[in-house]
């Protein structure tokens, strides 16, 4: 079975260059940036100013391969620190490679199909597949949470910025 996926639109960032650019959005708080629609779809961004945050379903473009065990950002500097199961990691040389962010939406025109969104850790140029409003009573779990290995270690995520461990051979310091 094959899938085919278009992108919707694209990132429009303050970072050019995997490396050194935030791992997650907690470490890009403030850092504003905009998702541009493709012609056709501006109309389905009505509502959702009414939200707070979206998820951006997006894909890594600067990514290529993959392996099943990884030493992730959180596990100190390149090379170092605990293998890690991908599955279990978000690195972001992947199988399928698609990435998650939860956004805050600064303002939203749907006349011009732009997303205004804050603490962006996405590369400029990356390729949008979808936007889902974040929901708390959908989206928040409840009960126990747990975070398996990373712990202690992601209360670090807001200060640790990408290396170039997870760049494909040949794509210098620029994958995702």
Not at 107 to 114: C, E, S
Not at 160 to 174: I, L, N, Y
């Amino acid at each position: 079975m094959e899938f085919l996926y278009r992108p919707i639109g694209f990132v429009r960032s303050p970072f050019t260059e995997a490396k050194g650019s935030p791992i997650q959005p907690s470490g890009a708080r403030g850092a504003e940036g905009r998702i541009d629609l493709l012609p056709g779809y501006a109309a389905g961004l009505a509502d959702l100013a009414g939200f707070s945050h979206l998820f951006a379903l997006y894909h890594f473009h600067r990514s290529s391969g993959f392996d099943l065990s990884v030493t992730p950002f959180l596990e100190g500097r390149e090379g170092q620190g605990a293998p890690r199961g991908l599955f279990a990691t978000r690195a972001p040389r992947r199988p399928n490679p698609v990435g998650l962010s939860l956004l805050r939406i600064g303002r939203v025109d749907v006349a011009a199909g732009v997303v205004h969104v804050v603490d962006i850790d996405l590369l400029d140029g990356t390729p949008v597949i979808d936007l889902k409003p974040y929901v708390p009573v959908f989206d928040a779990p409840t009960g126990e949470v747990r975070s398996g290995w990373i712990g202690e270690s992601g209360r670090d995520a807001a200060t640790v910025r990408a290396d170039g461990r997870f760049v494909a051979p040949g794509q210098g310091t620029d994958g995702e």
